[in-house]
């Protein structure tokens, strides 16, 4: 170990003796949240090594290893962890340990893109309040795999995560404000039914490094070598994003600037991570790095963004013009096209085939008459036909739909407010409660953008 370490007055058998205390202190099961990044691995490897020292007898809980892929995780992160979880699944049947290792992602229609091509959101940015992504994308589907251990073990679960109060000065104070005096772990902040302990919490980055690379040269027990790790950082050390609604500090914003973060990731300026993997020799993702500069450039362009919000509410800026609301149907189109054109220029899979159905669903539900745009458009893009092409219907045919958007015009009815009216009977005509139906016309009438103009009247007076 090297000098001025955690180790020279705790030694690594001493921090080992503790992982074994608290695992053999009770029945409840381990969850480890592991990113592959040097923190979570480090802590995959001390409860690893633990689980060796001890006879099979006292082996005598389950230890769920679960990774999240986010489904726009660098292909190069992606390929690795995948590796990964093979391996410590194969070495734990191998090696007799009770470990389960598993990947976990997002809902296919809650994923990144059904909600930027979809439902048009914007992409998330740094400084903004609509930060979605980090939430929808990693610790939900985290979360919910924890809350399925729950119910299968029938008990409480201790979840294992590689938070370290040498990260930032904000996330040691809010560790330190959930310990429990005399107490190795503190309640979990979202999750009923499951506590955390934090191993590596007194580690500093030198003594991660120095468990990672000089135990047993490097070597992982199930097979890997940790100095293909340290290549993976290529001398940039970012943080690693949270795991299952533990945002200690300033972990989310520190996200972006992961090396194990998102390749379309839009909360920082500069993409350190996917720019770093370039710089290193990996120029095949350079059509990553267009893209990700391509749909910052046109998120806050009027011809872009809609006028409204997805619930029809309006505000003004401080300018007195009208702030966004989501992409159009027209940006949401166009972002797949050039997603599909990035993906056929990268011969990698960057959307999957139940993502493109969720994103047609959600198109079908919300802006498309036709039931037709999506898979005509993938078509187009690659020359292939999506699985369901020959099952698409219209609801309208388009020359009805001409002769509607004639009629709202020349009546000075919003064509949006007609085609939302349409597809609101269409989805509600089953329902043998006319409550709902009338509910759902009331809504779709009484939205704040048909209403601004009179409203605004309304509110100038009174000034």
Same mark, same amino acid.
């Given at each position: 170990m090297t000098k001025n370490s955690y180790f020279?007055?705790?030694?690594?058998?001493?921090?080992?003796?503790?992982?074994?205390?608290?695992?053999?202190?009770?029945?409840?099961?381990?969850?480890?949240?592991?990113?592959?990044?040097?923190?979570?691995?480090?802590?995959?490897?001390?409860?690893?090594?633990?689980?060796?020292?001890?006879?099979?007898?006292?082996?005598?809980?389950?230890?769920?290893i679960v990774s999240s892929d986010t489904l726009i995780e660098n292909p190069l992160i992606k390929i690795y962890l995948n590796k990964m979880n093979y391996m410590l699944g194969q070495a734990a049947l191998r090696d007799?340990?009770?470990?389960?290792?598993?990947?976990?992602?997002?809902?296919a229609d809650n994923s990144f893109w059904a909600n930027v091509i979809g439902r048009g959101f914007p992409t998330p940015k740094m400084n903004g309040k609509f930060r979605w992504c980090t939430d929808r994308l990693k610790i939900d589907p985290s979360a919910d795999y924890i809350r399925k251990v729950i119910k299968e073990e029938s008990q409480e679960v201790v979840v294992l995560l590689g938070v370290r109060k040498d990260e $930032?000065?904000?996330?040691?104070?809010?560790?330190?404000? @959930? /310990? !429990?005096?005399?107490?190795?772990?503190? =309640?979990?902040?979202?999750?009923?039914?499951?506590y955390v302990y934090n191993p590596i919490v007194?580690?500093?980055?030198?003594?991660?490094?120095?468990?990672?690379?000089?135990l047993d040269g490097g070597q992982t027990p199930w097979g890997y070598d940790n100095n293909e790790l340290a290549t993976l950082y290529s001398g940039a050390d970012g943080g690693e994003c949270p795991f299952a609604g533990i945002q200690a500090g300033n972990q989310t914003q520190s996200c972006g600037n992961s090396r194990f973060g998102c390749w379309v990731c839009t909360v920082v300026k500069e993409?350190? $991570?996917?720019?770093?993997?370039?710089?290193?020799?990996? @120029? /095949? !993702?350079?059509?990553?790095?267009?893209? =990700?500069?391509?749909?910052?450039?046109?998120?806050?362009?009027?011809?872009y963004r809609e006028k409204k919000r997805r619930n029809g509410t309006v505000y003004e800026l401080k300018t007195g013009e009208l702030g966004y609301g989501p992409?159009?149907?027209?940006?949401?189109?166009?972002?797949l096209k050039e997603l599909l054109k990035t993906q056929k220029q990268m011969g990698y899979e960057l959307i999957t085939i139940?993502?493109?159905?969720a994103i047609?669903?959600?198109?079908?539900?919300?802006?498309?008459?036709?039931?037709?745009?999506?898979?005509?458009?993938?078509?187009?893009?690659?020359?292939?036909?999506?699985?369901w092409y020959s099952y698409k219907e219209p609801l309208l045919e388009e020359k009805t739909v001409e002769e509607l958007e004639d009629l709202a015009q020349n009546n000075e009815v919003p064509f949006d407010l007609v085609r939302n009216m349409i597809l609101s009977v269409y989805q509600n005509k089953n329902y043998s409660n006319q409550k709902i139906m009338r509910e759902a016309m009331e809504r779709l009438l009484n939205q704040q953008w048909l209403h601004y103009e009179i409203l605004k009247e309304i509110e100038d007076e009174d000034k």
């Open positions: 020279n007055e705790n030694t690594l058998d001493e921090l080992i003796e503790e992982i074994k205390f608290v695992y053999q202190s009770d029945d409840r099961p381990w969850v480890i949240g592991y990113s592959g990044g040097k923190d979570s691995t480090a802590v995959v490897e001390l409860v690893y090594k633990m689980l060796l020292s001890l006879p099979d007898w006292q082996r005598n809980k389950n230890v769920y007799g340990l009770p470990i389960r290792s598993t990947m976990v992602t997002p809902l $930032s000065i904000a996330r040691k104070r809010r560790i330190e404000g @959930r /310990e !429990l005096s005399n107490r190795l772990m503190n =309640r979990h902040e979202t999750i009923q039914d499951a007194e580690l500093t980055t030198e003594d991660v490094w120095d468990v990672l690379l000089n993409d350190k $991570s996917l720019n770093g993997f370039i710089k290193s020799g990996h @120029r /095949e !993702l350079i059509p990553l790095a267009d893209f =990700r500069t391509w749909i910052m450039s046109i998120r806050n362009k009027d011809e992409f159009t149907w027209e940006a949401r189109q166009l972002i139940e993502e493109l159905k047609d669903e959600i198109w079908d539900q919300e802006l498309d008459f036709s039931r037709r745009t999506l898979v005509e458009l993938y078509e187009e893009m690659t020359g292939e036909r999506l699985p």
